[in-house]
T-cell receptor, first 114, second 111 residues
Framework: DAGVIQSPRHEVTEMGQEVTLRCKPISGHDYLFWYRQTMMRGLELLIYFNNNVPIDDSGMPEDRFSAKMPNASFSTLKIQPSEPRDSAVYFC????????????FGQGTRLTVV | DAKTTQPNSMESNEEEPVHLPCNHSTISGTDYIHWYRQLPSQGPEYVIHGLTSNVNNRMASLAIAEDRKSSTLILHRATLRDAAVYYCILRDGLSNYQLIWGAGTKLIIKP
């Protein structure tokens, strides 16, 4: 397996524009997580899914953020409208369902909102 | 959620063992101790995890105190490629699979 795949790797957009980040989890993994990382706040969990269903979205900063998982092999994180304070590295991770095993992270998407 | 405490940074010489400490005095009986590391410009990478007994794998060893209030990640022979931020995380084995991240320890390897 190629691991967790995120796209794009880098995104630069203007304030007010819509941004969509994409994630393909490892096949067979039932849990998918979206994280955000900044220098000031470190790694923060935004939302996670179990079997494509959102379980906990309490980390989503505000209504401008939304996440979907239409099927087991694809998830999106959308920011609309984007703001400069959304600039960060966004990571997607997936876990298999069997017990307390390791999480596999993607390479991340570095988002810059100007 | 139970919290962990780690030193902000540590230095070590190349090819020497490294002991990275972590305190977790409020750990509960169902919490697993996980270690991840993050190399520069990379996503976090799983290193090792354990519950009560010491654990070994190809990357590292995890030594868990008898009372489970602290643990130590041991890199037996550090290389320059081990320079990273190391995170010690408690993960509830019963309720969900969330990882609550602290600030981690930045490990600096001197050649």
């Amino acid at each position: 397996d190629a691991g967790v795949i995120q796209s794009p790797r880098h995104e630069v957009t203007e304030m007010g524009q819509e941004v969509t980040l994409r994630c393909k989890p490892i096949s067979g993994h039932d849990y998918l997580f979206w994280y955000r990382q900044t220098m000031m706040r470190g790694l923060e969990l935004l939302i996670y899914f179990n079997n494509n269903v959102p379980i906990d979205d309490s980390g989503m900063p505000e209504d401008r953020f939304s996440a979907k998982m239409p099927n087991a092999s694809f998830s999106t994180l959308k920011i609309q409208p984007s703001e400069p304070r959304d600039s960060a590295v966004y990571f997607c991770a997936s876990n298999p369902i069997e017990g307390n095993t390791e999480a596999f992270f993607g390479q991340g998407t570095r988002l810059t909102v100007v | 959620d139970a919290k962990t405490t780690q030193p902000n940074s540590m230095e070590s010489n190349e090819e020497e063992p490294v002991h990275l400490p972590c305190n977790h005095s409020t750990i509960s009986g169902t919490d697993y101790i996980h270690w991840y590391r993050q190399l520069p410009s990379q996503g976090p990478e799983y290193v090792i995890h354990g519950l009560t007994s010491n654990v070994n794998n190809r990357m590292a060893s995890l030594a868990i105190a008898e009372d489970r209030k602290s643990s130590t990640l041991i890199l037996h022979r550090a290389t320059l490629r081990d320079a990273a931020v190391y995170y010690c995380i408690l993960r509830d084995g019963l309720s969900n699979y969330q990882l609550i991240w602290g600030a981690g320890t930045k490990l600096i390897i001197k050649p």
